[in-house]
């Protein structure tokens, strides 16, 4: 049983939560834009490329989902072992990942959901300019495209979603503990 939590730790699981739900707005939102650019590449109402583009979004939601599960599975258990490094490592931490890198002693790691948004604006306006000049294999690249921005707006979904449901069973857990006085808060309050 864990002695202790501190209070930045409680912030960055709030924190979390905020980011989480951001990324689902704003993942949400990019869908318009993605059923546009397949629709505007597929030239039936609701073709081939525009399934296409929701079959890719449903894989992109399990996936992501799937991604971050395995990912705080491993954070469940990394706290169970090593409780007070991780609370030690939240006072100069903002984000779950970079505290569990920190009691792991890791190296930073690229941010993919950074790489792939930008890669989504380059491979649109790609489309948007091979679309625009009538080119003859515009469907094949637009299927191309449609199938990415599905699979990484619901990977990026995905993600956000289980990351949300993650920090707010965990932070309902600690609260209780705290609550019933089995464990101590650390820090400014």
């Given amino acids: 049983m864990p002695h202790g939590v501190n209070d930045q730790f409680l912030r960055i699981l709030k924190n979390e939560r905020k980011g989480s739900v951001r990324a689902i707005v704003i993942a949400l939102a990019l869908v318009p834009l993605a059923y546009f650019m397949a629709e505007l590449t597929d030239h039936a109402f609701v073709g081939l490329v525009v399934w296409l583009a929701f079959g890719a979004l449903a894989l992109g939601i399990l996936a992501g989902a799937l991604w971050r599960r395995r990912q705080t599975a491993r954070y469940s258990e990394s706290l169970r072992q090593s409780w007070n490094a991780w609370m030690r490592m939240s006072s100069s931490c903002a984000r779950i990942d970079e505290v569990a890198r920190h009691v792991q002693n890791a190296r930073t790691q690229v941010a993919l959901g ?11 306006a790609a489309l948007f300019s091979i679309l625009w000049a009538e080119v003859s294999w515009g469907l094949e690249f637009g299927a191309i495209v449609t199938t990415v921005n599905g699979l990484v707006l619901g990977a990026l979904a995905g993600h956000a979603a289980w990351s949300w449901r993650w920090t707010a069973q965990f932070n309902k857990a600690l609260d209780e503990l705290i609550s019933d006085g ?8």
């Fill in 114 to 124: 950074g790489a792939a948004s930008a890669l989504l604006v380059v491979l649109n």
């Fill in 182 to 189: 089995q464990v101590g808060l650390w820090g400014e309050v």
